[in-house]
């Protein structure tokens, strides 16, 4: 039975990128694979450390020295078939427990050389799922597929396989914004906008979670 790892960068273990990895663990599952999802702000770990023991000669290559709370999950992510990275948009960013995470996945699978680009040995299909405040025009005017291409880049390279993306604007953030300070948002817009798109959303990611595990 394959196995699908969903990891949520998100802290909101029941927020709108939770939702959506749900979805793609559905996705996989209706495939007949078995799934885990990961909530990262559950767990208690650091980015890399630079201790560089990945890159020594004398030490076999392709796992993060480091240990902790993260060990077993990067351990659970090589044994998959599959990954989705799950992540809000923080400050046109992913979130920082995602990089985090990515830090110790990749740099640890990847060594400083030009006839080997990556140590992870074997190919992990794997999609990024991001969920954000902006819509799809404001995603263009801040460049957002480049920034956030970097990572991609780098994960289909030490992953083996170019990554699926989803994106999935103008998100509800606050169940009731008038609690909040929150003038720039028109809530009745967000949440019509939500009842619309965002169960196109939840079927998209629905689609690459069985994707992952059928490729
Ligand atoms: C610290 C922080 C920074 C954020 N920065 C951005 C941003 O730069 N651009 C954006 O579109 N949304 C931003 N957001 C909004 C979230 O990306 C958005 O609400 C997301 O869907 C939250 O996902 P969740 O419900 O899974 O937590 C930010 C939210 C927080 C908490």
């Known amino acids: 039975m394959k196995t699908l790892i969903a990891i949520n960068g998100s802290p909101r273990r029941k927020g709108n990128t939770a939702t959506l990895l749900e979805h793609a663990m559905q996705g996989a599952q209706s495939a007949g694979a078995s799934n885990e999802m990961i909530h990262l702000y559950a767990l208690n770990f650091k980015g890399c450390t630079s201790c560089f023991a990945c890159k020594l000669k004398s030490r076999p290559h392709g796992s993060c020295a480091m240990k902790d709370e993260l060990s077993p ?12 990275f799950g992540t809000p948009i923080y400050f ?52 957002m597929t480049e920034r956030l291409g970097v990572t991609e880049m780098f994960a289909g390279r030490i992953l083996g396989v170019e990554p699926k993306i989803l994106r999935a604007f103008n ?45």
Request: hydrophobic fraction near 45%.
């Open 171 to 215: 998100t509800v953030q606050f169940k009731d914004y008038s609690r909040y300070e929150s003038s720039i948002f028109d809530p009745d817009d967000k949440f019509a906008y939500r009842e619309k798109q965002f169960p196109v959303d939840c079927k998209a990611a629905f689609d690459i979670g069985r994707a992952l595990v059928e490729q």
């Open 92 to 143: 046109m960013n992913i979130s920082a427990g995602m990089i985090a995470c990515l830090e110790r996945l990749l740099f640890a699978n990847y060594i400083y050389s030009n006839e080997i680009p990556t140590v992870f040995g074997k190919k992990l299909p794997s999609a990024f799922v991001y969920t954000m405040n902006m819509t799809d025009k404001h995603f263009v005017q801040f460049n």
């Open 73 to 84: 999950v990067l351990e659970k992510i090589k044994a998959a078939d599959a990954v989705v």
